[in-house]
């Protein structure tokens, strides 16, 4: 199984909201997304799609991109961004995916060659748009990598799963290029976390995120524009997908 990442796909969601009103490079960039996608991806492979999934405002109105996304080769994991509105809950939304789709909310999956875990993240101390109010959020943002990274430790507890990587997925960059500590890296090295993929950023502020290794994980930047809308190879591991997964404290 080889692993893909790719954020802030954009899709419409059934709005009527181009991106190439971002930019030149943005037109047609969700037909440059699938057919990179078909190009690279096959169906055996593991796409992580780490938040601003589509520009939908209810679930019931990104069930239809969704189900696009799910015809696409591979088995899809989907993570929140900020502008993934039409997120409901992990219940619900498990019920209605499609077979190919799965989705990570402060918790993880036993993806049978790996175990994939994250949250959302937040703006990070330093940052030019963090302010006060974002503290709040921060933190909790910090409770729930936690959270999630020790339901990807419960997962590697069993079935002889101790050697698995370990994959943590983050919409907002958890470090900068400068590669200065957050709090966000400083869970993340309490863990055995071989790979970090994340998004949101966008052109010029791509220049911004971290890609490289800091202390034994390797951060992957993956929104669209940044990588050229296609899907960036992550790793490839061995093994099958299993429906193993740990959420809310307690494995299921």
Not at 3 to 26: Q, T
Not at 109 to 116: A, E, R, T
Not at 138 to 167: D, F, V, W
Not at 232 to 241: E, H, P, R, T, V
Request: glycine share 10%; net charge negative.
């Amino acid at each position: 199984m080889r692993v893909f990442a790719i954020g802030d796909l954009h899709l419409s969601g059934g709005m009527d909201k181009p991106m190439d009103m971002f930019g030149e490079n943005w037109v047609n960039h969700a037909e440059r997304i699938f057919d990179a996608w078909r190009a690279r991806v096959f169906h055996e492979d593991c796409v992580l799609l780490p938040g601003d999934f589509c520009w939908a405002m209810r679930f019931e109105d990104a069930l239809e991109t969704v189900e696009e996304v799910a015809q696409l080769p591979g088995t899809k994991v989907l993570s929140r961004g900020n502008h993934d509105y039409w997120w409901a809950s992990p219940t619900k939304m498990r019920d209605r995916f499609p077979q190919s789709v799965k989705l990570i909310q402060n918790d993880a999956l036993d993806m049978g060659g790996f175990i994939v875990c994250g949250t959302r993240g937040w703006n990070i101390p330093g940052s030019t748009d963090f302010t006060q109010n974002d503290e709040k959020i921060y933190n909790r943002e910090l409770l729930r990598l936690e959270m999630s990274l020790n339901a990807a430790m419960r997962l590697k507890a069993q079935n002889g799963a101790e050697n698995k990587p370990l994959i943590v997925m983050l919409h907002y960059p958890p470090l900068f290029i400068n590669g200065e500590d957050t709090g966000f890296t400083q869970v993340l090295e309490r863990f055995p976390v071989s790979h970090v993929v994340y998004g949101h950023l966008h052109a010029q502020s791509c220049k911004l995120g971290f890609n490289g290794e800091k202390n034994g994980i390797r951060y992957h930047l993956c929104s669209s524009d940044g990588i050229g809308f296609a899907p960036k190879l992550i790793d490839d591991f061995g093994g099958a997908f299993s429906e193993g997964s740990a959420r809310d404290g307690q494995t299921v």
